[in-house]
Structure formats: structure tokens, C-alpha cells
């Protein structure tokens, strides 16, 4: 694959799915723009991408990491809060919040993505969302102290056989919800 200029490498660990995945983010006041791309994808993963351009995203569904689906996670490394984003091919999505590390927030209202577009074409998928966390004072004030980081993340399956990408695999198993995954969110930062 080659990698367009401010797309970063994401590595694989379990079946081997696709040939390689990247990512891109840009970030501006508690928001931030996230493309995901992903080329060699075999022909049991196809059917499931669907063209729609960036949009409002509105239908929720839980469980999406059991499927196809690419992630975000932005966490206050000051009080260990962080929001993630599921975003899967069929155009669902959903959001969760923890207290620490897989600790769910209960009771909580956490904000969906503002926009989500899906991009296919042969062996190639691109999913982009803007998702933003202004409502959330934990995340706003780690943002502000320059303590927010961001993580992306993409989970590959056929119906039989997942591979899992992220910056890094710990522990010789894919774990999303590693706080070492993440990288401080002032490195996304738009420059004008």
C-alpha cells in the first residue's frame, strides 16, 4: 500500500484479511475528522461495503466489534474517561463510554458521531466520521490541559476468519482498550 502523506500505518494481528490498513486524523477544538483505508480486501468482505457519503449518522446498533466494524477512542489520560465509536460498512454505528480501562459508564449521555461517509470501490474501502466531544467535561478539560489522546482501530470479518488492526498489539493478542494504543491528540492538530 502506499501511504498518503499524514496516513498512518496500521498494524495486523490474527487471519489475514486484508493486505493493509491506514489511517488520517485531524482534530480541531473537541472534535476530530478520522478516515480509515483499508486495500486488499478479499471478495467475502465486498459485499458488505456500502457507498454513502458523509452524512449525518443516525441508526445505532450494539455488539458491532463481532463484525466488520473500525473504531475510535479518545481517552483523558488526567482521569482515565474515554468515549469509543464503533462505525461498521452497513452504515451502523455506535458509542460507549468507561470510567477505566472496559469500566462501562452507565447512565450516561455520550455523543453520537456528527457525520459518517463509506467509500468502496473493488478491494478498497475508505470510512470516514467526524466525531466530536463537547458535551463531556472529562475529555474538554484533558483536551484543554493537552492530556487527550486518540486511538483508531479497524476489525476485519468474512463470516469465518477476523483480523484485528491497531498502532500496536500488546500481550500477543489484539485488545483495543489498552491505553498505550493512544497518542496525544495535539499531534492531529490542524495547522492553517
Known sequence: MNIAKGFEVLVPWGDILAHSSAFRVTSGTNRAHVVWECEGLPSSLTPQLTNRPLQAAHSTTDSLWKKTCFEVFVRSRQSGVYQEWNFAPD?????????????????????????????????HCRIECEVGWENLAELCRAESAGLLDIWVTAILFDGSKTQYWATQHFSGKADFHQPGLGRPLQRFLKTS
Open 91 to 123: 452504515f451502523q454505528w455506535n458509542t460507549y463510554g468507561f470510567g477505566g480501562v472496559r469500566r462501562v459508564l452507565p447512565n450516561r449521555l455520550w455523543p453520537g458521531p456528527q457525520k459518517f461517509g463509506i467509500e468502496a470501490q473493488g478491494q
